[in-house]
Each structure stands twice: as C-alpha cells, then as structure tokens.
C-alpha cells in the first residue's frame, strides 16, 4: 500500500540513450511533482503536474519530458542522456500547506 | 540564488540532549515552512510544518520556532535519540494553486548513543 512509488530505484545507463522513471500516487492527489537532487544534495524541482495539466517547469533541458496519463500518475523520460544528468529523482504527490508532499522513494540514476 | 538556506551541513548530539538545527529564507512571501527528514535510499518525509502567522509548533519531542522579522526558523528535537540520525531538510512555500516546495540543501543529524 504504498503511497508514491516509483521505479526503477536504480538506473544504470550509457551516454546518449533514452530512458523513463515511472511514478504512481494512490493518495488521491491532483498534484504531481519531480524534484531533483543532485551531487551538492539540493532538493530542485523540475516540474509539477495539476490534474494532468502542467503547471510549473522550471529551468530544465528539453531532454526532459514528463508525462501524465492521469491524475494518479506522472513519469518522466529523458532523452540522449549526458553524464550531468547523473543524480537522485524524486516523485512526489502534494500537499496543500500545510501538509506538505508525500515523497517516492527516489530512483538513482548514474549515466556512464 | 538559494532562497532556503541551511548554513551548516552537519550536528552531532548526544542522545538525550537537545537538537537545534537552523534555516534561513530571504523570500518574505513565503507563508509556510516545513521540515522533512530523510534516510539514506528513502525519499523525504514530511515532520512538522508552521504557518509564517505563527511562531511556534509543537508535536510531541519536536518543535518548530519561527522569527519572521530575523527570517529565520529552528527545529528542536527533546530529547533526542538515535533513531533521529538523518538528514534534515527545510522547506518554504507560497499559497495557491502554483505553489512550489523550495528545499535547502539539508542538515545530517548524528546522534550518539
């Protein structure tokens, strides 16, 4: 009965290829979310989801393209990965203030 | 440009003493502040949060202390334990539907037995 998941939890990869992480909330959130964190550990949204309808996008590459199919999920695929992308993504599901977001438990990827 | 600031990346206590781990914004149109805990291979979760109306929140060992003007929060763990070794984040956000959790980069908690 997990609440956010996410998988895979570890991606191994080579330069150029194309990969996906895929997130499913059972919360009943309409609001979905990527957060990176990178080697310096800085928790940075990427973007966030309402309803199925993009709502924030912050300053990502174009590499990166989520994905709603429905409220309850949100994934996220990288095009011609580079090393740089090599960090820790979270999912999440929120949350009005004051309570927050509900976490997955993150999927590592290492882009070699 | 880090809105969220925590200054010093790690604090080691003794267990049963007390936790005071430190946060800075510079945003004033902040309206919450939130605290998430974090173990290693496990996403955040969610601790303690408090409205920028208020200046303190309580919930059984851990209390969150706001000063709007100083623009500066503290969370205090009493007594604290091991198993509150982790990495402590704190988080601010706006209201309304557009609203972002913004992170700082953490704090690791070590506590000694």
């Known amino acids: 009965d997990t609440a956010v998941s996410q998988t895979p939890k570890y991606l191994v990869t080579q330069m150029g290829n194309d990969k996906s992480i895929k997130c499913e909330q059972n919360l009943g959130h309409d609001t979905m979310y990527w957060y990176k964190q990178d080697s310096k550990k800085f928790l940075k949204i990427m973007f966030s989801?309402?309803?199925?309808?993009?709502?924030i996008n912050e300053t990502v590459p174009n590499r990166f393209s989520p994905k709603s199919p429905d409220k309850a999920h949100l994934n996220l695929h990288i095009n011609s990965l580079e090393l740089g992308d090599s960090a820790v993504y979270f999912c999440a599901s929120g949350g009005t203030a004051p309570y927050g977001y509900t976490f997955g438990s993150g999927t590592r990827l290492t882009v070699v | 440009d880090q809105q969220v600031k925590q200054n010093s990346p790690s604090l080691s206590v003794q267990e049963g003493r007390i936790s005071i781990l430190n946060c800075d914004y510079t945003?004033?149109?902040?309206?919450?502040f939130l605290w998430y805990k974090k173990y290693p291979a496990e996403g955040p979760t969610f601790l303690i949060s408090?409205?920028?109306?208020?200046d303190k929140n309580e919930d059984g060992r851990f209390t969150v202390f706001l000063n709007k003007s100083a623009k500066h929060l503290s969370l205090h763990i009493v007594p604290s334990q091991p198993g509150d070794s982790a990495v402590y984040f704190c988080a601010a956000s706006g209201t309304g539907a557009n609203s972002k959790l913004t992170f700082g980069k953490g704090i690791t908690l070590s506590v000694r037995p």
């Open positions: 408090i409205s920028s109306i208020k």
């Open positions: 989801y309402n309803n199925k309808e993009l709502i």
């Open positions: 945003n004033s149109m902040f309206d919450y």
